[in-house]
């Protein structure tokens, strides 16, 4: 358990850090300046496209560690006979 807090804690930390030196690097190579908030949307777009692609990853693979991508039904013409009841 601490070793894998660790890891989230690093990975979080790391992620951070690398935000705020693209951050800079790209401060010192234009002469466009960018405002507080612009700044803070910047790192917000980041972090939760990060979270996002994240959180997509993990569902697909719990998916697909607990046998759900098996149990589809690919049964076309039961699906269009049920559709054209209604």
Do not use: C, P
């Not at 697909?64 to 013409?77: I, P, R, Y």
């Amino acid at each position: 358990m601490k070793n894998t807090l660790f890891i989230i804690i690093l990975a979080i930390s790391t992620v951070i850090l690398i935000t705020i030196f693209a951050i800079n690097l790209w401060l010192q190579m234009s002469d466009i300046t960018i405002s507080n908030n612009g700044k803070i949307a910047i790192f917000g777009g980041a972090f939760f496209t990060i979270l996002l692609g994240s959180g997509l990853m993990s569902l697909a693979y719990f998916s697909s560690k607990n046998g759900f991508d098996e149990q589809v039904d690919h049964d076309l013409d039961n699906l269009l006979e049920k559709l054209k009841d209604r």
